[in-house]
Structures are given as C-alpha cells and as structure tokens.
C-alpha cells in the first residue's frame, strides 16, 4: 500500500508561537505533496501545493509567510504555523501524490491554540 | 468555473441501501474520487471512476456519466458504521482535486 504519516497527530501551543507539522511518505517517493486545512463540519481546503525543490503554490487567501511551506525530500514536507492565533486551530490534513491520479491522505493533525 | 455539488445530509436505515449523488464542472477531467471521512479523521479512499459506468467494491459501487458530470456512490446493506461523510471530488487536468463540501450520511437502527 502507500502510507503517509503526520507528525504530531495533535498539538497544543500558546497565541503567539510557532508549530511545525510533518507530512512523510513512507514507502514512496512523491513529488506533490498537499496541505489541507478543515474546520469543523466543513470540507477539506486546500492551502498549498508543495513540490519537491521548488517553492509551495499557495491557494487564494493562504498567507504564504504564516503558513511556511518546504518539501526538502521526496518523502518528506513541513508545514510551520508562524504566529499561531486561536482562529488557526483547526484539523489540517497533509496528502502525497504517488501518481497522477493516486493520493493518499495522512491521518492529520488537529491544531489547538490557546 | 470550477464546482463539485453533493447533498449536505442523508438519513438511511441499517440494513438499507443509499445513493449519494454529485455532480461536477472541472476545467478537463482526470477522474472522479469518493472518501470516506469518519469525525476527527482524515478522509479514506473508496473509490475512482475515469470512465462512464458502474465500479462495484463489495457493498460499495460508484457511478460515473461523463457526457452528464455526474456521479453517485451506492452504499448497501448499510451498517452503523458507515455512518460518516463522504466526499466527492473531481480531478482536472492539471491532476489537482476540486472537492465537494461532502454528504453526512447518518444511519438508523
């Protein structure tokens, strides 16, 4: 199968502060990873598309300088919140794509800020 | 431009049979995709319709008219567990999903 994990799976931060979330593709190379963010009862949103050695391609409205995307490896992005705010809390969902058509989703990480 | 439309809520009874439908408008057509999204979770693959007719899973079937763009998800023998919502999704030709706001599907003994 194709796994994709996230790290944490949940954390809590102060107002203020900065959270790095992981997104790794264990047994496949992706070039095309995706960050998702989804607010309760609402459906995903896309925030970025992140390929391997290039800059992210930020969706309308995603501020790229607070939500700071890298793709370092073909099996690895990072999403890092800047300046975390309450209204940043939310479930935010990485997925990989292993094919055109083939992406696989991570099990999330549910973001709380206080 | 681009639009996914699906049901925003459904009620089905254990033991029963629900078609959830969609329909869709995408700049090119590389596929249409159901997930499964219990709460709390990221969502699952169910399925991928790229041609027209029926794809049957088990108690899963899903249903794709390109000429219409339109598609259905046919749940049977419905079972508590499935009750969770299900999102349909597009891919356009540039492989990147359009996602619908998603169906909860909730069962009843």
Request: hydrophobic share 35%.
């Amino acid at each position: 199968g194709a796994v994709v994990s996230q790290h944490p799976s949940r954390v809590i931060c102060k107002s203020g502060t900065s959270v790095k979330i992981e997104c790794r593709s264990l047994d496949f190379q992706a070039t095309t990873m995706f960050w998702y963010r989804q607010f309760p009862k609402q459906s995903l949103m896309l925030m970025a598309t992140s390929n391997e050695g290039s800059k992210a391609t930020y969706e309308q409205g995603v501020e790229k300088d607070k939500f700071l995307i890298n793709h370092a490896s073909l099996t690895l992005s990072t999403l890092t919140v800047t300046s975390a705010h309450p209204e940043d809390s939310s479930f935010y969902i990485c997925s990989a794509r292993r094919r055109d058509y083939e992406q696989y989703f991570g099990p999330g990480t549910r973001l709380t800020v206080t | 431009g681009q639009n996914i439309d699906q049901p925003t809520e459904m009620t089905a009874t254990e033991g029963a049979i629900v078609q959830i439908n969609c329909t869709y408008q995408t700049s090119g057509f590389n596929g249409l995709f159901w997930y499964q999204q219990h709460a709390g979770e990221a969502p699952t693959f169910l399925s991928y319709n790229v041609l027209d007719g029926l794809e049957e899973k088990g108690r899963f079937s899903s249903f794709l008219s390109r000429s219409k763009g339109y598609s259905y998800l046919l749940l049977k023998e419905l079972q508590m567990k499935d009750s969770a919502s299900y999102l349909c999704a597009a891919m356009d030709s540039n492989y990147q999903l359009i996602w619908g706001a998603g169906t909860k599907l909730i069962i009843k003994p």
